[in-house]
């Protein structure tokens, strides 16, 4: 059975690649998600582009597992040199755009939940999302799905780990801040230049430590991603627009964050987008964390940010691919890290299950 599951998980990994689902645009997908589970006649649930299901014996009394992972996209970069939108096989590599990111993972995780659907006297009920919106954070991802599957206690995240077992992940604000001066001509002296003013600004945001540092997760990181300022070369302008990125280990709320930011960072304003996107993580005995470690599975932090950040339950990322691959050009899977994948979630979930 799991190797009829891994070649029917590789071949709509396939189809997945070859038809494009980029963020808020991944009707084509979530239907190719569907017909996998009509091909069986497992019922499912379709909620705009997420596709969800539990298992056969559902039950009310246990307590509840997630299963996710993504089907949409970022748009492919123009370093590409193979068609993004062809599933081409080279060197036991699949090749395509969301084959790594996190294609792989879905399938794996897809084939995974069939191979447990219908047994019963399971100690979890199983529910799967194949999930919309996570590459753009969008309103309409798993985020707006927690109000409409049933309770989950623990998750699994689908995300590319090379099966290692990511405990914790880092949370993300983004913050808009200004660096203000007096806009003058350029032709005339000015000692408020809100461009020069903003070279001590970004030699603050370089050298500033938080000083919480995770075990799991490690430093909190701020990088200045985004600098904007001027509309013409005789204007000095009256500000500078910066974006800051942080990312939150588990050691502070991002309330806090912005707390400390507000209070202490040098700029006229500072000003954040969103808290929703929090760290995560699952306590080390967790059973599902001893069962990934009694499989040989290794523990670490992980610093990307995924649809793990919208969930307030433990939580574990993992799943075939590597990270590194994400977002790149040529991006590919290598087939065996699928079969890997299905390998030990289906062995992992044995142990708990």
């Known amino acids: 059975m799991i190797e009829k599951l891994t070649t029917d998980a590789i071949a709509l990994l396939k189809k997945l690649i070859e038809t494009p689902s980029f963020s808020s645009e991944e009707d084509e997908t979530a239907t190719l998600v569907e017909l ?14 997420n596709v969800w299901a539990t298992n056969t014996y559902f039950d009310d009394s246990k307590p509840t597992l997630l299963l996710n992972s993504h089907h949409d996209t970022v748009k492919p970069n123009t370093a590409y040199t193979k068609d993004p939108f062809k599933a081409i096989v080279e060197d036991g590599k699949l090749f395509g755009l969301g084959s790594n990111d996190a294609g792989g993972c879905l399938v794996s995780l897809i084939a995974t939940f069939t191979y447990f659907y219908e047994r019963p006297n399971l100690n979890y009920n199983l529910v799967l999302v194949a999930s919309a919106e996570e590459e753009s954070s969008g309103p309409n991802g798993l985020n707006s799905m927690l109000e409409i599957i049933p309770h989950i206690d ?31 001509h350029a032709a005339h002296p000015n000692d408020d230049n809100a461009i020069y003013n903003s070279i001590e600004v970004l030699q603050w945001f370089k050298n500033y430590k938080f000083d919480k540092v995770s075990a799991a997760l490690g430093e909190v990181k701020m990088t200045v991603s985004q600098i904007n300022a001027g509309k013409q070369h005789n204007a000095i302008p009256a500000e500078v627009d910066l974006v800051v990125d942080v990312r939150v280990n588990d050691c502070y709320t991002n309330a806090e964050i912005v707390e400390i930011l507000q209070s202490e960072s040098p700029c006229s304003s500072i000003i954040p987008r969103s808290l929703r996107l929090n760290s995560s993580s699952i306590p080390e005995d967790h059973a599902l964390v ?10 670490y932090g992980s610093p990307t940010l995924s649809d793990q950040a919208t969930l307030t339950c433990p939580s574990l990322k993992l799943g075939p691919g590597d990270s590194t691959r994400s977002h790149s050009a040529d991006e590919f899977i290598y087939i065996s890290e699928i079969e890997e994948g299905i390998e030990i979630y289906i062995k992992l979930l044995k142990k708990i299950l």
């Open 290 to 299: 001893k069962a990934g470690i009694a499989l040989g599975r290794s523990t």
């Open 154 to 184: 623990v998750a699994i995240v689908g995300e590319p780990t090379l099966m290692q077992l990511a405990i914790a992940e880092k949370g993300l604000v983004v913050f808009d801040a200004k660096v203000k001066g007096t806009p003058s």
């Open 36 to 49: 996998w589970f009509e091909k069986r006649a497992m019922p499912y649930t379709r909620t705009k582009n």
